[in-house]
């Protein structure tokens, strides 16, 4: 099972509507029971991204530099614009 990180600004708000939206696609696909989703704040997880704790990490947020590249950036999902992109990023990496 992956597990996944859903993080914004303060681990609340933006990340909540991004979790919904998640969990609604990760059903439709039928790949609810292979991810476990955490959700909280940017500021809170950078350690254990560094440390590589979870598989993936979706984010509403500006993330450091040191973490982009292991961040996948998911403001799309809000705004509808450029979702099925992130869609496509989070399957790659729950498939692979």
């Not at 991810?35 to 979706?58: F, H, R, T």
């Amino acid at each position: 099972m992956k597990k996944l990180l859903i993080m914004c600004g303060a681990g609340h708000a933006t990340s909540t509507v991004v979790r919904t939206k998640v969990n609604r696609w990760l059903k439709e696909e039928g790949l609810e029971n292979q991810v476990e989703i955490k959700q909280s704040a940017v500021g809170q997880e950078l350690e254990s991204i560094k440390n590589g704790e979870y598989d993936i990490v979706l984010s509403t947020t500006q993330v450091p530099d040191d973490i982009k590249d292991k961040v996948i950036m998911g403001v799309q999902l809000l705004t509808g614009f450029g979702a099925e992109a992130v869609y496509v990023s989070l399957k790659e990496k729950i498939l692979k």
